[in-house]
């Protein structure tokens, strides 16, 4: 459990200190830099959270923000939810992605992906890079401003891998701009040294095929087998059709099997 300091830090809040401490998303833009942040409420300090989070929210938005995360932990999808609202209504970028996630996937209100859209285009213009990376995940409205949904994607892509690797497949699709297939490699290698699943399946294919880059089919194995070992069915596929390169078919040409080394 956590202590609660005996004095404010600074000009803020008791509160707000410890909300920061023991509840604050380390990727919430408006977190100062001086605070760690958490990627995970720990399960001891849930109720110290939702206490002292509660009272800050009433002049933090960023304290609203994070009561919300205190309550997704204590299994509170409803206050949760009014507590990203109220979040969000005060501009902040983060619970306007937690809505976004809840209208795309339908947790806890009904489906609605124009309205996630909408959120994460507010959050990305914004700035915050999840709201980039989940725009263009969603289609980004890519299929109505795909030159704007780049722009975007470029300013996520300079820290996070999910921007990198969006924006990869649209350099390497010619998709809102000029086709680039050197940049589209840059981008992919910088989210597969991340652990990305499509960013290292998509190296797997440059690399197979020079494209972007040298031809080395070792590589591209290697980066086939981190995607697939990371659940990528593409790169599992391409790793089967490696060895069992010669197929079989009959006499309509259809498939019958594949032979295999």
């Known amino acids: 459990m956590v202590v609660v300091p005996t004095s404010a830090a600074l000009s803020q809040s008791a509160d707000l200190v410890l909300c920061d401490r023991i509840a604050a998303d380390p990727a919430d833009p408006d ?7 958490v990627a995970e409420i720990s399960a001891g300090d849930i109720e110290t959270a939702i206490k002292y989070c509660r009272t800050a929210a009433a002049g933090s938005r960023r304290a ?3 009561l919300g995360r205190a309550y997704a932990a204590n299994r509170q999808p409803a206050d949760a939810l009014a507590a990203f609202r109220k979040a969000a209504a005060k501009g902040s970028t983060s619970a306007m992605v937690e809505l976004g996630v809840a209208y795309a996937t339908g947790a806890g209100v009904a489906k609605d992906e124009a309205q996630a859209r909408e959120l994460f285009a507010k959050a990305a213009e914004a700035g915050n890079p999840r709201g980039i990376s989940n ?15 780049r722009a975007l994607l470029a300013k996520g892509a300079e820290t996070n891998a999910e921007a990198q690797y969006q924006l990869g497949m649209m350099l390497a699709e010619g998709v809102g701009g000029t086709k680039d297939d050197v940049q589209a490699r840059a981008l992919f290698e910088k989210a597969a040294a991340q652990g990305h699943p499509g960013a290292l399946e998509r190296m797997g294919a440059f690399a197979q ?5 040298p031809q080395d089919s070792g590589a591209a194995k290697g980066f086939y087998e981190r995607a697939a070992a990371l659940g990528n069915a593409d790169a599992a596929a391409a790793l089967k059709r490696a060895d069992c390169p010669y197929s079989i078919k009959d006499k309509q040409g259809k498939l019958v099997t594949n032979l295999c080394f």
């Open 31 to 37: 977190k100062p830099a001086s605070v760690k942040g």
């Open 64 to 66: 609203m923000y994070a």
């Open 135 to 149: 725009l263009a995940a969603l289609g980004g409205g890519g299929s109505s401003d795909p030159t704007k949904t």
């Open 209 to 213: 095929a020079g494209r972007g880059g």
